[in-house]
């Protein structure tokens, strides 16, 4: 990156940190610390809410993901809006009725403490795991820019945000947010007017969505009922509204920043604007990824994506071999172009005839790229077996700091880092809030004063942070950061939800009943996974579910008959 660069990204971040600082000052409680003293207005909710979901793994990995892909991931947030409406109408008015600080404090009114621990302990294992592929996600950024190793730079961004979180509480967290989603709206809106200024003069907006339709990645909907198939329309309807309803109805991350919420009215309204603004939001950030495969139809791709390794095998003793691929890479890529300038003229003419031939001809070159590419990714092996040998996260980031202009290329790593810090800061916040209220102040110091618990939530802040620091250091095994966090959430997201629609729905249902049904529910769900038998978004419908019918069945045994305290 160029000075003006540096320059850019640095004072943007100052802001946001000096910002949320001023802003969180005089914290004295651990109201204060954890639920911002429930002050925040509705807007404050919404754009603190998306920036949550929103992390540096949306901005880095969607756009890759559309790149290889296609659009059809979108479909993964049809179910959204849907569960947004739900939440308001039933979880938010409970919740601050209650009074809680944790969702989970809610399962022991209703059932028992080994149900809120269960429960909280399936949340921390999840969450935590999660927050560490957060962080790794803008450590790319620096590895990359610097040409450094992606652990250093892990270890620097993991610091820099369990620091920020330390001091700063959910309030700093939340103002932050609030700033930082109005940079990234402005930037994103930037980034896809510039990408499409960059294509060739002669194709448009219009013509690169054909270009990029012809090679398969503009199939948004998906009207097939396939259990393997990822992404669908009806995957994306049902599985992904179990899973979007647990996440923001059971998942204390989310639950957290609706009940910063000044009232009812608040949290609603902010829960209803995320589910309006999600779906667009992720369809534009797909869209930019598209466009830049439209870019690399017409302007030679990297051979590999991540200038880090690329590097380091170049310097390597396979460095020759390294040096044929490239140029057999080039090679492919002049052929291609002849079979894109044909189907360019086709699609003119609206020859479909010649679109065919085109069309074919252009499989057959990215076929041979693609070959091209496993030769190199296996010398990269060959030469380091710890290699990341997945360039899919480093794609929109190589495309930034290649064709950018000065200035803007800070602005958007800036809003990569804002993304991380945001997302990170309250998901840590939460793991804290949830040990110091679920574990801590319920089982080893329950009559503590309000300035140990505060203290207390500090340290345990800082626990958890080193803890996700560990996990990222070894999130590059995972692929697609993106896809990864939501088969995370897929194994936890089901058994969780099912808890609490139980809790809030059937009253019959006893603590032991529920506890046995989530047990085995989840090692169903795990074992599904493990044995590859359907697609991930499903395992959200079927802990759900799972939940539920052990739950009714394990009531109407003999051993579980005795009734537990109503809901209050």
Known sequence: MSNIDWIVLFCTLSLIVIYGVYKSRGIRNIDGYLLGNKSLPWYHVALS?????????????????????GMSFVQFYFGLP?????????????????????????????????????????????????????????????????????????????????????????????YTQLLQMSIIFGGLLTAG??????????IGLVKAL???????????IDLSFDWNNQYTLWSGILGGFFLQLSYFGTDQSQVGRYLTGSSIRDSRIGLLMNGLLKVPMQFAILLIGILVFAYYQYNSPPIFFNKFELNKIENSQYGPEVAKLEAAHQQVFQEKQAHINKLTTALDQEDDAAVAEARTQLHAADKQAKTIRE???????????????????????????????????????????????????????????????DIYKRFVRKKGSEQGYLS??????LVWGI????????????????????????????TILGIFV???????????????????????????????????????????????????????????????????
């Not at 990341?388 to 990569?416: E, H, M, Q, R, W």
């Open 49 to 69: 809410v998306m920036a949550t979901q929103a992390s540096a793994i949306t901005f880095l990995s969607a756009p890759g993901l559309a790149y290889t892909s």
């Open 82 to 174: 849907l569960a947004m409406i739900l939440l308001s109408i039933t979880f938010v008015p409970i919740f601050h009725r209650l009074r809680v600080f944790t969702a989970y404090e809610f399962l022991e009114k209703r059932f028992d403490v080994r149900t809120r621990v269960f429960t909280a302990f399936l949340f921390l294992v999840q969450r935590g795991i999660s927050t560490g592929i957060t962080i790794y996600a803008p450590a790319i950024i620096l590895s990359s820019i610097l040409q450094i190793n992606v652990t250093y730079t892990t270890l620097f961004i993991g610091t820099l945000v369990i620091l920020y979180t330390v001091y700063g509480g959910t309030k700093a967290v939340s």
């Open 193 to 202: 007017m510039l990408v499409i200024y960059l294509l060739p003069s002669d």
């Open 210 to 220: 054909h270009i990029a339709g012809k090679s398969g990645k503009t199939n948004a």
């Open 375 to 437: 030769d190199l990714v296996a010398l990269m092996q060959k030469n380091d077996k710890a290699a990341d040998t997945n360039d899919n996260n480093y794609i929109f980031l190589s495309f930034v700091t290649d064709n950018f202009p000065k200035g803007l290329i800070g602005l958007l790593i800036a809003i990569v880092f804002m993304a991380s810090m945001g997302a990170t800061a309250s998901a840590i916040n939460s793991l804290a809030s949830t040990t110091v209220i």
């Open 456 to 461: 207390a939530s500090r340290i345990f802040t």
């Open 467 to 494: 803890f996700c620091v560990i996990i990222a250091l070894y999130a590059s095994r995972l692929g697609n950061l993106l896809e990864a966090v939501n088969i995370l959430g897929s194994l936890f997201y089901g």
């Open 502 to 568: 139980v809790a809030f729905y059937i009253k019959k249902a006893g603590a032991k009943a529920v506890l046995c049904a989530a047990v085995l529910t989840e090692f169903i769900v795990v074992s599904l996974w493990l044995a590859d038998v359907m697609a991930f978004l499903w395992l959200n419908l079927v802990g759900c579910a799972g939940v539920v019918l052990f739950a009714l069945l394990f009531q109407s045994l003999p051993l579980t008959t005795k009734r537990q305290p109503a809901q209050r």
